[in-house]
């Protein structure tokens, strides 16, 4: 039976000035009417990969904010497996942005100023994420080809609302990634990941 991480805080640095979040991104997608956000997900999914990978390499916080479907005990580990080997709609798209070792899963990060959002619904879980952030001091970026909604109309109304009410960056990822490539890496990140290095999921 797979054993999940002792410790889900220590790969993360105690503050760091930006964290990305991928909200709702190992997502079954299985409900009526899912046609459109399935089509669209698979645009979004490639850009926010490489948003993630540009990350990761600055040293920037991966931070999932999942459902959990009434699926798991607090345990995301079980999302993940409940996606993936179930054979669900989400399939490919959780695969893509499967979450490594050093990846971070509580709703709020540490001691931030900036979050990053990325990831679906747009036009609910998205939009409300940054709602509450916003509420809370946050600045927002959210690269308009890495969120999705239920409609391009209903996408694009979202991301109209969260540039003009929430004042975020609504840039597209490509242009993101180049700032995120120009900023100094954390290098208290890796020296913290290589003393606390746990896999997500041990056999």
Not at 7 to 36: K, Q
Not at 153 to 167: F, H, V
Not at 186 to 203: C, F
Request: net charge negative; proline share 5%.
């Amino acid at each position: 039976m797979a054993k999940e991480s002792d410790d889900l805080h220590g790969m993360v640095p105690d503050s760091n000035d930006m964290a990305l979040l991928l909200i709702d991104v190992i997502n079954h997608l299985d409900f009526e009417g899912n046609e459109e956000i399935l089509k669209v997900v698979e645009q979004i999914g490639p850009h926010i990969a490489k948003l993630t990978q540009a990350a990761r390499k600055a040293g920037i916080p991966i931070v999932y904010v999942n459902d959990n479907f009434g699926k798991w005990k607090s345990d995301f580990h079980n999302v993940i497996e409940y996606v993936i080997n179930e054979n669900k709609p989400g399939k490919h798209f959780a695969q893509l942005l499967h979450p490594q070792e050093d990846d971070y899963f509580v709703l709020k990060p540490k001691h931030s100023e900036t979050l990053i959002l990325a990831g679906v619904a747009g036009n609910i879980c998205v939009l409300f994420t940054a709602n509450d952030a916003y509420m809370r001091n946050y600045k927002l970026i959210v690269p308009s080809d890495c969120i999705a909604s239920n409609t391009i109309e209903e996408n694009d109304t979202c991301l109209e609302q969260m540039k003009k009410l929430l004042k975020a960056d609504t840039r597209p990822s490509v242009d993101i990634i180049k700032e995120i490539e120009k900023m100094p890496k954390n290098k208290k990140s890796d020296e913290e990941r290589a003393k606390k290095r746990k896999k997500i999921v041990k056999p």
